[in-house]
């Protein structure tokens, strides 16, 4: 029971929770939109304000304003992607 507890209190300290933080550009093209997502659930896409969460299976929920998404979530470092169900994805790299 206890490690349960401690594995459960590890696995929250780091994954994607930590990793997503910060600000992403979906091209090279410095006019591009840019997702920022702060650590307390929030995410900016360009001027419009949502809100993010982790699911089961390496899944993200975007709400904002205008709809609510679900994605497959793949970070590597300095590169994410989004994977919607269709197969169609975005594709991100963090701006630094």
């Known amino acids: 029971m206890i490690s349960a507890v401690l594995w459960s209190v590890l696995a929250a ?49 975007i709400e904002t304003p205008f709809e609510k998404s679900v994605y497959q979530l793949t970070i590597s470092r300095d590169y994410m992607t989004f994977r919607e169900s269709t197969g169609s994805k975005l594709e991100f790299t963090r701006i630094k």
């Open 13 to 61: 300290c780091g994954g994607p929770s930590r990793e997503i933080v910060g600000k992403w550009r979906t091209s090279s093209d410095p006019n591009s939109v840019v997702w920022e997502f702060a650590d307390n659930g929030l995410v900016t896409i360009g001027s419009t304000r949502g809100r993010y969460s982790f699911g089961d299976s390496g899944r993200i929920k």
